[in-house]
């Protein structure tokens, strides 16, 4: 960032937005470039800023209690999901903290149905999630950005690894 270094919160970043476009406004002298440069540097650091401010009970947030308060019984409840997916083959399965997200799966979504899950129209894929859920914000979130924010584990079943060297060997 060129113009909002060491910004640390919405505040901040208002007050400094506001001096640097009286400073460069094309009607105070200044030029129609720098202005471009604060207002897409502005947008960026805006975005971010807000997205920490809505979800302020992340893990960096959080007391060291809740850091290392760990829930065996939603981590028994995921695996025993997962085993029951590994009947079915060719599916995509991602752990993305405690909710399990299921794709290229058309043809099981009567069974998946039946196992609880529950069908995700914006993101066309499957999901289960073992924990109050609370959305903070009206937006939808994509799925690079929830990966991104919780991490993501995709289980591979022993079926998918064994098919996969055949047809590279082919």
């Known amino acids: 960032m060129k113009w909002f270094k060491d910004v640390k919160s919405l505040e901040e970043l208002r007050k400094l937005y506001r ?9 105070n002298g200044g030029s129609e470039d720098i202005i471009k440069e604060v207002n ?6 805006f975005k971010r800023l807000k997205s920490d401010f809505e979800h302020k009970d992340t ?9 290392q308060a760990y829930d065996w019984q939603k981590d028994k409840l995921i695996r025993e999901k997962v085993m029951q997916l590994a009947r079915f083959e060719g599916i995509k399965v991602e752990i993305i903290g405690v909710w399990i997200w299921v794709s290229n799966c058309y043809d099981y979504r009567k069974e998946l149905k039946g196992l609880g899950f529950h069908w ?11 924990d109050d859920f609370h959305k ?22 022993k079926k998918d690894t064994e098919e996969k060297k055949k047809l590279a060997k082919v």
Do not use: N
Request: with cysteine; hydrophobic share 35%.
């Open 59 to 67: 893990y960096k947030d959080a007391t060291d209690k809740q850091k």
């Open 40 to 45: 897409a540097e502005y947008d960026i650091l």
């Open 136 to 157: 903070f914000s009206s937006k939808p979130a994509s799925m690079s950005y929830i990966r991104e924010k919780y991490g993501c584990v995709e289980v591979r079943f």
């Open 19 to 27: 001096r640097l476009v009286m400073e460069h406004h094309p009607d």
């Open 120 to 130: 995700a129209r914006q993101k066309q894929m499957w999901y289960l999630h073992f």
